[in-house]
């Protein structure tokens, strides 16, 4: 019997996306969400940013576009997806945080799980105003040794300036200076946005969940919307 049919038999761990703009959320909560289901975290933007700061020719090729908060070309990311899903650890379920962000990403997602009945468990896509969003990343500090995302009013680290996980000195992202995270917001609704069409033509499940509120509060919503 092939791998596949194996797997179809034995009970699959989540499949989950977890979608939505810069400054929903997605950073935030996609860490603790993998942690608690016991699941591997694949965030493509984390994986970038870990490239570049090895300064890895794929980190630089990546930079020019992230700098300029522009999407890297289908091409970059397919790769470094499909790599990621190809180890052992993926094998039995994940969550996937930004990805895919636009049609052809997402055709090529479909392809690769055609194994296994080609769709996702559940899409989780986090909500919010745009005047919240861009508030949200005005004031968001990251840890750029373990990714730990802080924010000045809602999310603040017990020492200023210092990532409450790791202690490493927290720095504010270069795509999170005002003239690119409006770009990236409009990336998103020009490109990512139509991906949920994309997952609803083919009734892959979409919960949306509300971004508004208290950090716990959010996350408890995300835990609804997974189930079980
Ligand atoms: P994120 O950490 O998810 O906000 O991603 C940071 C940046 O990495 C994005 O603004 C893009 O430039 C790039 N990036 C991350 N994921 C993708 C993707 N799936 N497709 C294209 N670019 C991406």
Redesign the pocket.
Known sequence: MSISALRKLAPMGKRLLLFGP?GAG??THSRRLARDLGIPHI????M??EAMGRGTPLGRE?GE??RR??????DV?VRL?AERLSRPDAADGYLI??????LG?ARSLERSLADEGGQVDRVLTLEAPRAVLVERLAGRFTCPRCQTVFNRSTRAPRVQGICDACGAALAQ?P?DDEAAVQR?LD?YQAKTQPVLDFFRARQWPIERVDSVGQVDEIYTRIRDAVGD
Do not use: M, N, S, W
Request: proline residues 10%; without cysteine.
């Open positions: 810069p997605k950073g965030a493509t933007g984390e970038f940013r990546a576009y992230i908060g522009e999407l890297v070309p289908d990311v997806v945080d930004g990805f895919p962000r636009t990403q992202r795509d990236r990336e």
